[in-house]
């Protein structure tokens, strides 16, 4: 029996890839679902047993994103809806720009920043467990086998290394698109508007919403093309997406349209990250191969065993496998824009036009989870399509490939891998020195701090050294540094002249700064990378010479102290006191407080 995988339009855009067919549920196969949903709580587990003694991920989560939602969180809390985070880099940062509506915010309004955090991840995990199943079970898979594949590929899809508080920029795709389908075809339901409300104001536009608005506008054109007919209630609802993101995203958009604002990415020259066309290709295939760690698909194995196996089981049962051709496609042309986005021949064409210097179009790739996931929901499927004495081997194929790729993506899961290990060393009664949420944030220890200088941190600015600035903004100190994707190019200027003999000693670090930009360190050019700050905890017991800043400018910005974690030894060529070192067993750092003169 061939897999019920109908036939596709003459252009078969994404979503009409399968025709829809009445399903039809055995009870006992839902068992599959059910085990799915067990297993998603199992992988969540360690975040809710061991709480705060957690491992979450560093680079670009906690160093970046959730000490302004915090703060944030405190602001909405006391119903001060203003944009600016007066402690972030003096009030000048416009990230992360989200509305009053945005149920990210809200979380870290009535609870904890941590519960806030887990909770937040427990809702777009289930989300993408639920969303990738209806998907499968309505659109795209109708025979033998469908809840088992459809329940493997969700789970599957569910324990990718999402960053959780991009919301539901991944997570929420399938749920999108089978909404859409349904408006497509004329099905559609108030669950579907209800869907597109929720998926407007819990997701991204920078980082997912520009992309998705495009695809479903081709699809909208191809169907128009096909079909001689204009589908109205489809535009409708991209239309209605698209004005839903111009209230969540109307900080951002406003910024843009601003002409009296402008952004310290319209400094950058675009070398930062350039390559050649060799390297460019390099970057594809690694792309084609291994995804994208900030929209990690994982899904090495489904492009060399799962789309091989799909093949040639296909080409013995002459199935159709022109929806894996398309959606196979369209991942490699994703994979191809993104490597000869940074081939440095196009430099001077996206300096001469300011939208292509400010906004990185190559965020395509945070599309390539769906699409990979989909694609493995279709290798299953025709795996399933064996027939006669191959049946027991097609099912056998399909447990053991989606247990192969779960247990390759939690294999891949350093949060999960970190706590495992911790565990085992707690059990065993050693030392470990990995750093949890808990230890990152390290509150008692800049309680301690902060109740030494005491005085009002409203009236004082700090900068970091060998210290992400996250930690202490996040602990209720004003920085003058910061992680920031969107801040005025006058800041920008302004810290520079701060650092700029440092940047002048650390070419890798003034490339980076002068072209990038978005991470305003305070950083020495003794340090080995600027962006590693594990190798200055208290265990390595670092220490710098010298730290060569601009004083004058320090004053000038309202500087008053400095939290360092590495010990500055020369202090008669810098006009600053050490006043006191402050360390505790939990913590990982040991700061030295410094105060200018």
């Known amino acids: 029996m061939k897999p019920a995988l109908a036939h596709t339009l003459k252009f078969p855009p994404i979503i009409s890839l399968v025709k ?127 809840d088992l594949i459809a329940a493997g590929v969700s789970f599957c899809f569910s324990i990718l290394p999402y960053y959780p508080l991009f919301g539901l920029t991944i997570a929420g795709q399938p749920s999108l698109v089978h909404a859409f389908w349904n408006i497509r075809d004329g099905r559609d339901k108030a669950l579907d508007c209800i869907t597109i409300v929720i998926f407007a104001f819990y997701s991204s536009l920078v980082f997912s919403g520009v992309f998705i608005l495009f695809g479903l506008t081709i699809v909208l054109l191809l169907d128009w093309f096909s079909k001689r007919n204009f589908n109205r209630q489809f535009f409708a609802g991209i239309l209605l997406l698209f004005l839903l993101y111009v209230i969540s995203e109307y900080g951002i958009i406003s910024t843009f349209l601003d002409s009296s604002f402008i952004s310290h990415r319209s400094l950058r020259d675009g070398t930062w990250g350039s390559k050649t066309f060799f390297q460019s290709a390099v970057q594809i295939l690694g792309n084609a191969v291994n995804g994208h760690y900030n929209a990690a698909s994982l899904h090495k194995w489904i492009l060399f065993l799962a789309v091989p196996l799909a093949f040639v089981t296909s080409g013995t049962m002459k199935s159709n496998t022109r929806p894996l051709f398309v959606l196979l496609t369209i991942s490699f042309m994703i994979s191809g824009f993104f490597g000869l986005w940074f081939w440095r021949g196009l430099v001077p064409v996206k300096n001469s036009i300011p939208i292509l210097k400010i906004y990185g179009f190559y965020r395509f790739i945070f599309l390539h989870p769906l699409l990979w996931y989909l694609i493995f929901a279709l290798c299953l499927v025709s795996m399933s399509g064996l027939d006669g004495i191959y049946s027991h081997l097609g099912r056998n194929l399909i447990y053991f490939l989606i247990i192969f790729q779960a247990i390759f993506i939690i294999s891949h899961n350093r949060e999960l891998v970190l706590d495992m290990k911790s565990a085992y060393l707690l059990v065993r009664g050693k030392k470990d020195n990995s750093i949890t949420y808990r230890k990152f944030f390290s509150e008692g220890l800049f309680r301690d701090v902060m109740d030494y200088i005491d005085e009002p941190p409203d009236e004082y600015r700090v900068i970091c050294v060998g210290l992400h600035p996250a930690v202490a903004q996040y602990n209720g100190f004003y920085t003058l540094d910061g992680y920031s994707s969107y801040y005025s190019a006058e800041y920008h200027e302004r810290f520079r002249r701060l650092i700029v003999q440092e940047l002048k000693r650390n070419g890798i670090w003034k490339k980076y700064y002068d072209n990038r930009g978005s991470r305003c360190y305070v950083t020495s050019w003794e340090f080995s990378h600027p962006f590693n700050l594990h190798d200055y905890t208290k265990y390595k017991n670092r220490s710098i010479k010298d730290l060569n800043l601009n004083y004058d400018v320090f004053r000038k910005l309202g500087g008053r102290y400095i939290l360092s974690c590495v010990k500055i030894v020369n202090l008669k060529r810098n006009p600053i006191r050490l006043l006191k070192t402050f360390e505790s067993w939990e913590s990982p750092w040991r700061i030295f407080l410094y105060r200018i003169m």
């Open 20 to 146: 829809n067919r009445p399903t039809h549920h055995n009870g006992d196969d839902r068992i599959y679902l059910y085990t799915a949903i067990v297993l998603l709580f199992l992988y969540l587990s360690p975040k809710i047993l061991f709480g705060e003694n957690s491992h979450v991920i560093i680079h670009d989560n906690l160093d970046w994103i959730v000490a302004p939602y915090k703060l944030l969180g405190e602001k909405y809390a006391r119903l001060d809806f203003k944009l600016e985070i007066e402690s972030f880099m003096m009030g000048t940062s416009r990230f992360p720009m989200q509305s009053v509506l945005n149920p990210i915010i809200w979380l870290y309004a009535f609870f904890k920043p941590f519960v806030a955090y887990v909770l937040n991840e427990i809702i777009i995990r289930v989300f993408a467990l639920f969303g990738m199943y209806i998907l499968l079970r309505k659109h795209i898979i109708h025979d033998r086998n469908s």
